[in-house]
């Protein structure tokens, strides 16, 4: 416990199997610098930013602390309709979101679920097609907002 009666929440360690299905950049920056960043780079590529969560501020309400997190959900009208079209049962696989967390050490973690997995366990061939096309989305936009911040695809945080 905290001086105010607020539960400091601890991360737990990640899992061996993240890496099977998410990617993670880790970089030096501050968290809000590569929100703005990441929401520049989310419009450069012609999506649209849907909305921001603040885990933070949830946990917060309950009287949980954590360091800075947040999420951008975004996604596409164009790209939605070609997902419909596939196949609607895949409604559940979007918006797209990045999870952005400050850890411990002073380092910022984005992480990414492979939106390649994601389509592709539908078995239908357009969902595949549009599951690799957002694949290359999600590594342009992190290459372009985090640059030569980031210390690569890593397993940390």
């Known amino acids: 416990m905290t001086n105010g009666g607020d539960e400091v929440v601890r991360y737990g360690t990640t899992g061996p199997e993240a ?84 850890l411990a050490d002073g380092t910022v973690s984005v992480r990414w679920l492979d939106p390649t997995g994601a389509f592709g366990r539908y078995g239908n061939a357009a969902l595949a097609e549009l599951g690799r096309e957002l694949a290359g989305i999600f590594e342009a936009i992190a290459a372009d907002a985090l640059g030569a911040s980031t210390m690569g695809d890593a397993t940390k945080g």
Do not use: N, W, Y
């Open 19 to 102: 890496a099977s299905f998410g990617h993670v950049r880790i970089c030096a920056l501050p968290v809000a610098t590569v929100i703005e960043r990441l929401r520049h780079s989310i419009e450069a590529a012609g999506l649209l930013v849907l909305h921001e969560i603040d885990p933070q501020a949830i946990l917060g309400r309950a009287g949980l602390k954590i360091d800075a997190a947040r999420q951008l959900l975004f996604f596409h009208p164009r790209l939605m309709a070609r997902l419909l079209r596939a196949d609607p049962a895949a409604l559940l696989e979007v918006p797209l979101k990045f999870a952005v967390m400050a």
